[in-house]
């Protein structure tokens, strides 16, 4: 068994793939018309076939139970780009426990979207700030085994 794809149904493909294509970056790598895969693996599908496929249009968005996550290296940059789009926020940037800082939004039809600090990136401005290396895995909850690759 192997996970191929992710896919989220769509009320409007077009509007869907423009949406992730100006805010994350996504491009379509496989285009079967009603379905489309984006970079990273993310497909698209249309409401119209899906409710076929399943057989029914019993079909609700923005349900707060499922998110698509994706991490970026330069997190400033992509929050300046995020901050130039008309976004829906579920909370603005926030800073979790281990450290890593994240925000949550919505694509156009309501599924969340979580773009996270890359957990490597968080582990070096620790230990760019003078954090040991004991301190970051203390810190961060992973292992030392982590923080050692990080400092390569």
């Known amino acids: 068994m192997k996970l191929k794809n992710p896919m989220l149904v769509v009320s409007n493909i077009d509007k869907s793939v423009e949406f992730y294509k100006k805010v994350l970056g996504l491009r379509v790598v ?11 693996g993310l497909a698209l599908q249309t409401i119209e076939t ?4 399943i057989g029914t249009s019993d ?3 923005g349900c707060n139970n499922f998110e698509v996550y994706f991490e970026e290296d330069d997190f ?7 901050e130039e789009s008309d976004i829906d926020y579920v909370h603005p940037i926030k800073e979790h426990s281990w450290g890593q800082r994240v925000v949550r939004f919505y694509d156009l039809d309501k599924h969340i979207i979580e773009v996270g600090e ?11 700030s003078g954090m040991t290396a004991p301190q970051v895995t203390q810190r961060m909850d992973v292992p030392m085994k982590f923080v050692v ?4």
Not at 118 to 128: A, E, P, Y
Not at 149 to 152: N, P
């Open 30 to 40: 496989m285009d079967y018309g009603a379905n489309k895969v984006l970079t990273g």
């Open 50 to 53: 899906y409710k076929d496929f």
């Open 59 to 61: 079909i609700n968005f």
């Open 76 to 82: 400033d940059k992509f929050i300046k780009r995020l």
């Open 118 to 128: 890359n957990m490597k990136t968080v582990c070096k401005r620790f230990l760019d």
């Open 149 to 152: 690759g990080c400092m390569r």
